[in-house]
């Protein structure tokens, strides 16, 4: 196995950070990899917005429902789907905004290359021994964001992503076996006994881990 590959299948949510910064030259790195992820027509919809301050972390940790790691991780970074720069454009070439992104399909793209932006993040912080976690309750807060982060019209804040040195090894969570999200030509429905057996899996994955009993199966 390569490294790439042994990074991507040793990830794990990190809740827990030592009291150590991240290296500028690591960070600019995560941000760089960012950047060079896959997005539609080059148009490179994503604003990545990095907050270090401990007092301005602890109040996005507030505002996410009290979410401790934000605050303990020394940077937080948001990812933001950005159509400004592209209003921008079309306002100095004469174009008509609203034709060029006003379709609801626009804000899919988006928020798609958002996700996009936060997994690639995710494998270049891991590739340098940074944990990371995700943090989606900063879209559920958008217009406090929006607010506190002095975003232009256009940019909408949709992912969070704590970035800093695990002080914890909750283990790798178990997924589903690929035989109940691979199929080849078709879906193939009866997936009912790989789902019983995952959350088997992941009850006893649970019962180790109270601490981080978040949730117990697919319905819970």
Request: overall charge negative.
């Given at each position: ?51 270090k301050d401990k007092s301005r972390r602890e109040k996005f ?57 936060l997994a690639t993040a995710v494998a270049a912080a891991e ?94």
């Open positions: 196995m390569n490294e790439v590959m042994n990074t991507l299948l040793s990830h794990r949510s990190i809740r827990k950070y030592e009291e150590r910064p991240v290296e500028e030259e690591i960070l600019d790195q995560i941000v760089r990899a960012a950047q060079a992820a896959p997005n539609w027509v080059n148009l490179q919809h994503v604003s990545i917005i990095a907050i940790s507030e505002l996410c429902g009290g979410q401790k790691h934000i605050a303990q991780a020394p940077i937080f970074l948001i990812f933001c789907a950005d159509f400004y720069r592209t209003w921008i454009a079309c306002q100095q070439k004469g174009q008509a905004f609203e034709d060029t992104v006003g379709q609801i399909d626009n804000l899919i793209v988006g928020a798609n290359e958002v996700g996009i932006a590739s340098f021994g940074l944990g990371t976690v995700p943090i989606g309750d900063i879209r559920l807060h958008a217009l406090e964001a929006v607010r506190e982060l002095n975003l232009p019209k256009y940019v909408i804040p949709l992912l969070g992503l704590c970035v800093g040195y695990p002080a914890e090894n909750p283990g790798i969570k178990p997924r589903f076996p690929k035989e109940a999200v691979y199929f080849e030509e078709q879906y193939r429905q009866n997936v009912e006994a790989l789902i019983a057996e995952y959350d088997e899996i992941y009850a006893h994955y649970l019962k180790e881990r109270p601490w981080n009993n978040r949730v117990g199966n697919q319905c819970h």
